[in-house]
């Protein structure tokens, strides 16, 4: 009776030992590489400055000539987005200046004094901060939460181009969600890109008390007097993905 021939591996074992060793070769270079480049501020769009159909500097509107956010962003307290301004609000002040500047003739082709296919259709602006459509992002509620527009948007009154200042990504927001405080004032003042929390006598105003009254942490006492929802609320997945 013959012996038992050994085992002999298949042929195709030295391909697949050769792609195993390949593979724990790459591995680790292709998750640095990943992870550098899903960290890199490309990828976070910071920094990211289209450039606008019309050169709209908040530098000069909201910086030196002092335009409050609301006068542009009429919707930001009651709305989920905070909408561009409808072509009459720029005429409001260019029905009278520079009327006739070549950089704001989508302005006034979206009123009617261009081309009639232009008439009455929205000056094409280019969206700079932008959430993927599977987050939830509420404007109004931040707002009337006492975030202020600098909290997320970067010194706007001082951007010639408007570019996005933050990274905007999930552990940004979390950050901020676990600990709410720090990014809150009073709620007349969120849109005051110079407001300086050291001033007393004006945060006495601003809160309704005595400057004896202040509180010695602000960030906790807004956090119990605009009622802001519980850590455990504020970081739950259904907060921002429903």
């Given at each position: 009776m013959s012996e038992k021939p050994p085992f002999v591996f298949p042929k195709w074992i030295n391909k697949a030992?050769?792609?195993?060793?390949?593979?724990?070769?790459?591995?680790?270079?292709y998750l640095i590489i990943l992870l550098g480049y899903g960290a890199n501020a490309r990828t976070l769009n910071v920094g990211f400055s289209p450039k606008q159909p019309v050169p709209f500097s908040h530098a000069l509107h909201a910086g030196k000539l002092g335009i409050n956010c609301y006068y542009c962003h009429t919707d930001v307290m009651r709305a989920a987005f905070a909408a561009l301004p409808p072509t009459q609000t720029c005429l409001n002040c260019h029905a009278e200046i520079a009327p006739k500047s070549k950089e704001l003739e989508p302005v006034r082709d979206s009123d009617g004094l261009g081309p009639a296919s232009k008439a009455g259709l929205p000056v094409p602006w280019i969206k700079v901060n932008d959430e993927p459509d599977y987050v939830y992002f509420n404007h109004a509620a931040h707002i009337n939460a006492g975030v202020s527009c600098l909290t997320c948007h970067g010194r706007v009154n001082e951007m010639t181009q408007v570019y996005q200042a933050k990274p905007l990504n999930m552990a940004w927001c979390l950050a901020c969600h676990r600990n709410p405080g720090p990014n809150l004032r009073p709620r007349n003042e969120v849109t005051n890109l110079n407001w300086n929390p050291n001033n007393k006598v004006q945060l006495a105003r601003d809160l309704g008390l005595k400057e004896s009254q202040l509180p010695k942490n602000l960030g906790k006492y807004l956090v119990k007097k605009y009622k802001i929802a519980s850590t455990k609320l504020l970081t739950d997945c259904q907060t921002c993905h429903h």
């Open positions: 030992t050769l792609g195993l060793l390949a593979t724990l070769a790459i591995a680790p270079v």
